[in-house]
């Protein structure tokens, strides 16, 4: 019988806990966050901020019912929240991207400074694995809580009565998010197990979705029954997530066996890999 292994919460926690600091409270991070923070103030004013004019507009409505409804995007047009409807299409794609980006640096840093072996004195090699990759998804889950309540208050100063579904409707959204979140940062997790900087994560994750994507579809062409290779990526149920089209059992359990299969193949290559 193999020995569990040895898991010191307390390790975990501070190990997560630095990705925090690092994103909130260092000069490199918060630049990120300016840039993020300018985008989203654009997001807010135009889309969100007149979601209410567009949603409602007959071209809209005509084009989501009668285009877009092949992935029942119609359907957000019975959102009374009309804002959060907007922010829902827009989110449910954007952040994956940004998650990305965000999460390219789990371990490489660390491995090309040297220091990565210096932790590993005094954390096991899955507190720290482990410890990253949820100190990643806590910076996201911030970042996606912060845009919620912006969007929120938005939604207030507009209609101040639709405030107690609003919060509803943010609160299942961050949670549906969040775990949509997971698979993209255990994928960055994996790739940083044997990529060398940074910058290359991100080139293998782009050459994962795209030149992974174009042998799936040949293969998938030559043989229909291997339609199940979409599963390899994460973000597979985003399409019919993005229009309420989904069950709620499917829409969670896709990313997070997913994730759990990610981090299960990153724990085994950074158990054996040099640091």
Do not use: H
């Amino acid at each position: 019988m193999a020995t569990p292994l040895p898991i010191n919460v307390g390790r975990l926690t501070q190990i997560a806990g630095f990705e925090l600091v690092r994103m909130f409270l260092t000069k490199r991070g918060l630049i990120a966050l300016a840039a993020f923070a300018l985008v989203w103030l654009i997001i807010l004013r135009y889309p969100i901020g007149q979601a209410v004019g567009i949603v409602s507009a007959p071209d809209f409505e005509q084009i989501a019912r009668d285009i877009s409804g092949s992935i029942g995007l119609s359907k957000l047009l019975d959102w009374p929240e009309a804002e959060f409807a907007m922010y829902w299409l827009i989110a449910l794609y954007s952040f994956p991207v940004f998650g990305l980006f965000i999460c390219s640096d789990q371990t490489v840093g660390d491995r090309e400074r040297g220091t990565l072996r210096f932790l590993s004195l005094r954390s096991t090699r899955f507190e720290i694995l482990f410890g990253r990759f949820l100190g990643q998804l806590a910076v996201l889950a911030c970042l996606v809580g912060i845009t919620l309540v912006a969007t929120l208050a938005v939604l207030g100063f507009r209609d101040p009565s639709l405030l107690a579904g609003g919060f509803a409707r943010a609160l299942s959204i961050f949670l549906i998010l969040v775990i949509t979140l997971c698979p993209f940062v255990a994928l960055m997790t994996l790739i940083n197990t044997f990529a060398r900087s940074s910058r290359l994560s991100i080139v293998l994750a782009i050459l994962y979705f795209a030149a992974g994507g174009i042998v799936v579809g040949i293969l998938q062409w030559q043989i229909p029954a291997l339609g199940l290779l979409d599963y390899l990526f994460p973000g597979v149920q985003i399409e019919l997530l993005a229009g309420q089209n989904l069950p709620l059992l499917s829409a969670v359990a896709i990313p997070l066996v997913q994730t759990a299969v990610l981090l299960s193949v990153a724990q085994r290559i950074f158990a054996r890999s040099s640091l």
